[in-house]
C-alpha cells in the first residue's frame, strides 16, 4: 500500500472580506479534495476541516498517499471488418489506429460489443507522484472559487479575494513545487502581524497548527469562536452581567481576529433611555461589540469589544472603543427624544406620502384596511375588537419616525416604545411590535391575543394586495415577500390554535380592496398559502403522503388542517391503514367509472350477499359512532373506529361482485360503496396512503 503523508496548503493574504471568508476556506477545502480523488490519490480526511484566520486559508489533510494508483487506460479501435482485409492483412484504419496507441498492430487485443469484435489498445503505467500532482489540484481549487470581487494589483492580469503574500504547500516534509498568483511555495508562513515578526518556519504539515498558535495565531476557527465565547463571557461575570452572544455578530467577529483578547467597556447611563434594540443594534452591526445584560435581560451600561491584541495597555483600546460608540448612541437619542415629542399619532399623517404600492396606493390607504380585517377576526377568536383596530390604525406610523429611518430594523419595536410613551393600551403597544412576528425564520410568532391578530390582518391584506396587483411571486422573484408572509399567516393561525375561516378571510381581504379597482383570485390565495404549509410540514417530519391527504380536502381552517395533519399520522400506524388506503383507492376507482348519478343511500331490501349486509350493518354503526367526534374535531377517534371496517371491506371485496348485470342492485351496491367512501374520505383523503 501506498505510503500517506499529510499534506498542508496555506494561502497567504491581505485581510480577507469577513463575509466571505468562510466561504472561501470551505470551496478551497473541497476543491482541493475534489481535485485529488479526481486523480485517484487516497486521502484519509479524519477530521479535517477547513482552517482560516483574517489574513490565511488553509488545507490540512492528515493522510494523503505519495502517489497514484497505477492508470490503467483502454481506447477502442476500428472493428474487424473494417480493421482487417480480405487477406487478414490491417488496412490504414487500423494500421493509423495503431500508430496513434504508439505499439504494432499485432500488439493490439480484442473486445467484443453489441456490434461484433474489434480491436482495443489497453495499457498500464505507473502513477504519478502526487507532488508532481498537487500544481493541477491547487490550480483547479482556486478555480473554483467564488471570489465576489476580485481584486488585481502590481501589473498583473490575475485577481484573487485579495492580494497573495506567501504560499505554503508541504507534502510530508517535502514542499511542492508548486506557484500561484506569482507566489512559489515554500515552507515559512507569517504569525500573528503585532505579535510576531519575520517568517515562520513549518517543519511538517502536523506542526501547522501548533506552529502558528506559538505566534499568536489561532487558525482553526472552531478553536478561536470556543476563545471569543470564553473572553466574553468571562468579562461580562466579572461585571455581575450576562453576554449576548448573537450567532452571526459571533461569526463576524471570528472572522475579524486571529488572537483574540475581550476589552470591558461602558457608555453613559443616561443613553439606557434610548429602547435598548437601538443601542444593542448600534453595537453588533456597526461595530461588533457584545452587549451585557443584567439578570432580566435589560441592557446595561457595559459592553464588550474584542482586539485582536494582547495590549501592554487595553485602556487604549477600551478607549477607542468607547469613543467610537459615542457619537452613534448620541444620534439614537436625539432620534428617539425628537420622536417622542411628535408623537406617534402625528406621525401618521406622513403615510399619505409613502407609496405602498403603485396599484394599492399608499401606506395610508393600506391602513384602514388592515384595521376592518383587524376588527372583524378579534371576537372570532375572543379577543377585545376596539384594541384590534386601534392597535392596527397605530402599527405603521413608526414608519415616519426618524428612528426606524435610521434604523429600519426597528419597525414596530420603535412603534411600541412610542405607543407605551403615548399612554396607549399595554397590548396595543405589544401588538404594534408583534405584528412582525414571525420576523425570520424559526422566529416565534406573536404572543399576544392582539399582536396574533394584528400580525393576522397584516399578512391577510399583504397577500391579497400582493396577488391583486400582479405582484405573484415567480422563480427567486418575491418582491413583497408573499411567500414568507403566507407562511407567517399559516404559522400564525396554527400554532395560536385558532380555528377561523381562512377561505372568508381571504374573501374578506379581497373585497377589502375594491375601491383599488383590483381583484385577487380567493382560491389561488388559499392554494399558495397551502403550498407554504407542505415546507412547514415536511421541516415537522410529516411524510408528503399524510400532507397530500389532508390537502386535497381543502379544509376552510388551517387549525382545522393541522389537527387532520396529527390525526391521519397516527392512522398511519395502524396495522389497518394500508389495506382500508387501498380499498378507498379502488372504491373511488369504481365511482369515477359510473355513469349517471350513484343514489345516496342503499335499499336495504337490494342486499342480498353476506358480505354485504355485513359491511352495510358495519358502515350504519361507524356512522353512529363517528358522527359526534366528527362534528367535533376529534378525528383521531373518527379514524380509530374507521380502521375496524377493514374485516368487512375485505369480505367484500373478496365475495361480492359490484358491476352486476342487473341495475338495481349494481346502483345498490355502489350506493352502499359511495356511503362508505364518504366516512372514508371525511378526515382525510386516505388513499393518498396507499402504496
Known amino acids: 500500500m501506498t505510503a500517506l503523508s499529510p499534506l498542508l496548503i496555506e494561502l497567504g493574504t491581505e485581510e480577507l472580506p469577513v ?7 470551505q470551496s478551497l477545502f473541497d476543491g482541493v479534495l475534489a481535485a485529488l480523488e479526481k486523480r485517484g490519490v487516497t486521502v484519509e480526511r479524519g477530521d479535517a476541516k477547513p482552517l482560516y484566520s483574517p489574513r490565511r486559508l488553509a488545507v490540512l489533510l492528515p493522510g494523503v498517499a505519495s502517489e497514484q494508483p ?31 496507441a504508439g505499439v504494432e498492430w499485432t500488439q493490439l487485443q480484442k473486445t467484443s460489443d453489441a456490434k461484433g469484435e474489434r480491436f482495443v489498445h489497453r495499457a498500464t503505467t505507473p502513477g504519478a507522484r502526487t507532488l508532481d500532482l498537487l500544481q493541477a489540484v491547487l490550480d483547479e481549487a482556486m478555480a473554483g472559487m467564488p471570489i465576489p470581487k476580485p481584486m488585481r494589483w502590481g501589473a498583473h492580469a ?26 512559489r511555495a515554500g515552507r515559512e508562513t507569517r504569525g500573528h502581524r503585532f505579535h510576531h515578526h519575520g517568517d515562520v518556519v513549518v517543519a511538517q504539515p502536523l506542526d501547522y497548527v501548533e506552529t502558528l498558535r506559538a505566534t499568536k495565531v489561532l487558525v482553526d ?25 448573537d450567532a452571526d455578530n459571533l ?44 439578570d432580566s435581560g435589560r441592557l446595561t451600561e457595559h459592553f464588550i469589544g474584542i482586539a485582536n491584541i494582547e495590549s501592554k495597555d487595553a485602556s487604549e483600546i477600551r478607549k477607542g472603543y468607547e469613543r467610537v460608540i459615542r457619537p452613534r448612541f448620541a444620534d439614537a437619542k436625539f432620534f428617539f427624544d425628537e420622536d417622542l415629542k411628535q408623537g406617534l399619532a402625528s406621525m401618521g399623517e406622513g403615510l399619505k406620502t409613502v407609496t405602498y404600492q403603485a396599484k394599492l396606493g399608499s401606506v395610508a390607504d393600506k391602513v384602514p384596511r388592515v384595521a376592518a380585517l383587524a376588527e372583524a377576526i378579534a371576537p372570532q377568536v375572543g379577543v377585545d375588537a376596539a384594541l384590534a383596530r386601534r392597535a392596527a390604525e397605530l402599527a405603521k406610523n413608526d414608519l415616519q419616525s426618524r428612528m ?3 434604523f429600519p430594523e426597528l419597525q414596530g419595536i ?39 391578530v394584528l400580525a393576522i390582518a397584516e399578512r391577510l391584506d399583504t397577500l391579497a394586495g400582493g396577488f391583486a396587483a400582479g405582484l405573484k411571486p415567480t422563480g427567486n422573484k418575491d418582491p413583497f415577500a408573499l411567500r414568507r408572509n403566507a407562511l407567517g399567516l399559516a404559522r400564525t393561525i396554527i400554532e395560536s390554535g385558532f380555528d377561523i375561516d381562512l377561505k372568508a378571510l381571504l374573501a374578506m381581504a379581497n373585497e377589502s380592496l375594491t375601491a383599488k379597482n383590483v381583484q385577487a383570485d380567493a382560491g389561488e390565495l388559499y392554494d399558495f398559502i397551502l403550498d407554504r404549509l407542505r415546507g412547514y410540514y415536511t421541516d415537522k417530519g410529516v411524510p408528503t403522503s399524510h400532507f397530500n391527504a389532508v390537502a386535497e380536502l381543502k379544509p376552510t381552517s388551517l387549525y382545522d388542517f ?9 392512522f398511519a400506524q395502524l396495522p389497518e391503514a394500508v389495506a382500508l388506503a387501498a380499498a378507498n383507492k379502488r372504491i373511488g376507482n369504481i365511482l369515477k367509472k359510473v355513469e349517471g348519478q350513484i343514489p345516496n343511500i342503499e335499499d336495504h331490501t337490494l342486499l342480498s350477499e353476506p358480505a354485504e349486509l355485513a359491511l352495510a350493518e358495519a358502515v350504519e354503526a361507524v356512522y353512529g359512532e363517528t358522527g359526534h367526534a366528527l362534528s367535533h374535531g376529534d378525528y383521531a377517534d373518527v379514524l380509530v373506529h374507521l380502521a375496524r371496517l377493514r374485516p368487512q371491506v375485505d369480505a367484500f371485496f373478496d365475495n361480492v361482485m359490484v358491476n352486476v348485470d342487473d341495475a338495481a342492485i349494481r346502483n345498490n351496491r355502489l350506493a352502499l360503496l359511495k356511503r362508505l367512501a364518504d366516512r372514508l374520505g371525511s378526515v382525510a383523503a386516505i388513499e393518498h396512503l396507499s402504496v
Open 221 to 245: 476557527p472552531h478553536e478561536r469562536r470556543a476563545r471569543i465565547i470564553d473572553e466574553v463571557e468571562t468579562a461580562a461575570r466579572a461585571l455581575d452581567g450576562n453576554a449576548r452572544i
Open 404 to 406: 426606524v429611518n435610521e
Open 70 to 100: 497505477e492508470q490503467t487506460s483502454e481506447v477502442l479501435g476500428p472493428y474487424l471488418n473494417i480493421a482487417l482485409d480480405a487477406d487478414g492483412s490491417p488496412t490504414k484504419a487500423l494500421q493509423g489506429f495503431a500508430a496513434k
Open 251 to 294: 461569526a463576524q467577529v471570528n472572522c475579524l481576529n486571529e488572537w483574540p483578547v475581550a476589552v470591558t467597556c461602558a457608555f453613559e447611563r443616561d443613553f439606557l433611555q434610548v429602547p435598548q434594540e437601538a443601542l444593542v443594534e448600534t453595537m453588533q452591526a456597526n461595530q461588533k461589540f457584545f452587549p451585557v445584560l443584567d
Open 19 to 25: 463575509k466571505a471568508l468562510p466561504g472561501l476556506a
Open 158 to 183: 490575475y485577481g484573487f479575494a485579495r492580494p497573495l503574500h506567501w504560499l505554503v504547500v508541504l507534502l510530508g516534509d517535502e514542499v511542492a513545487n508548486v506557484e500561484t498568483l506569482g507566489i
Open 414 to 452: 420603535a412603534g411600541r416604545y412610542y405607543a407605551q410613551r403615548a399612554g396607549e393600551p399595554s397590548e396595543v403597544s405589544l401588538a404594534i411590535d408583534e405584528a412582525y412576528q414571525p420576523r425570520f425564520a424559526g422566529d416565534d410568532i406573536a404572543l399576544s391575543g392582539v399582536g396574533k
Open 562 to 570: 393541522d389537527r387532520r395533519i396529527d390525526a391521519i399520522g397516527l
